[in-house]
């Protein structure tokens, strides 16, 4: 049995409606519908539970990283979404990193790579 792939993520919330509606506005604004959302081969499914606050009381426990190419495109239309920023743009010795929130406080980053690192 090899590596398996991740084709998944349950992302569980009080309110999926509105978190529904910001990961498309955030990071799939061609997605339609209310079914999982496709997030570069990786579903995101946001599910009604009851098992969960409102908050994520622990946000950095699991961060959603997305690689990107073009750092300064996606950061100027996750800005049009009005994200929360945590941390702003910082380029770092691999890269350049900038983390958001979701409406639940769950911890996002953008990351840029750099080439030779």
């Known amino acids: 049995m090899g590596t ?3 084709g998944s993520i349950l992302l569980g919330t009080t309110r999926p409606a509105e978190l529904r509606d910001w990961y498309r506005r955030a990071l799939a604004p061609g997605h339609e519908g209310d079914g999982p959302i496709d997030l570069g081969g990786v579903l995101l499914v946001i599910d009604q539970r009851d098992d969960v606050d409102a908050k994520n009381s622990e946000p950095g426990r699991m961060i959603l990283n997305f690689h990107v190419d073009d750092f300064d495109a996606v950061e100027a239309q996750l800005r049009a979404a009005g994200v929360e920023w945590i941390a702003p743009a910082a380029d770092r010795p691999a890269g350049r990193f900038g983390t958001f929130a979701d409406p639940d406080g ?12």
């Open 4 to 6: 398996q792939k991740l």
């Open 106 to 117: 769950n911890y996002l980053q953008i990351i840029q790579f750099k080439q030779d690192a």
